[in-house]
């Protein structure tokens, strides 16, 4: 299984970062899902929601993953503590603070910046050639 690895850490990065445009997209577009508020770049929501689409794609291509990877490690933490923690101490989704998704994505983003983009990556492509 071991020689499976790094084929299964790039299907971890495409499927993280594809699910993580999604929430940019949302933010931005409204869609897939009408966001909730008008999107404003100059707001919190703004901003986010322009990190997840941007950082989203490059994290799914692999382009700058360790770099994208760190910054939306850090933007899911701030999420987690700005938006959810004020709201109870549990991040369960029913009674809690509904913050799991950011955790589990603030956690999944801080292992790609260690990790790497893996071997079917623009960054493993561009390694390759140099």
Do not use: Q
């Not at 594809?18 to 508020?37: D, N, Q, R, T």
């Not at 404003?40 to 360790?66: A, D, N, P, Q, Y």
């Not at 700005?82 to 994505?105: C, D, Q, R, S, T």
Request: hydrophobic share 55%.
């Amino acid at each position: 299984m071991t020689k499976y690895s790094p084929f299964v850490l790039s299907v971890l990065r495409i499927i993280t970062g594809f699910l993580f445009i999604e929430h940019g997209a949302s933010k931005i577009l409204g869609y897939p899902v009408p966001a909730p508020m008008p999107f404003h770049l100059f707001t919190m929501g703004g901003f986010s929601g322009v990190l997840e689409f941007v950082g989203g794609g490059l994290v799914l291509f692999g382009l700058f993953t360790r770099i994208a990877a760190f910054i939306l490690s850090g933007e899911m933490a701030v999420a987690y503590f700005m938006v959810h923690a004020p709201k109870g101490f549990w991040p369960i989704a029913l009674g809690g603070n509904g913050g799991e998704l950011a955790v589990l994505y603030c956690f999944v983003f801080l292992y790609l910046f260690f990790a790497g983009g893996g071997p079917l990556s623009i960054d493993g492509l561009i390694r390759r050639k140099a």
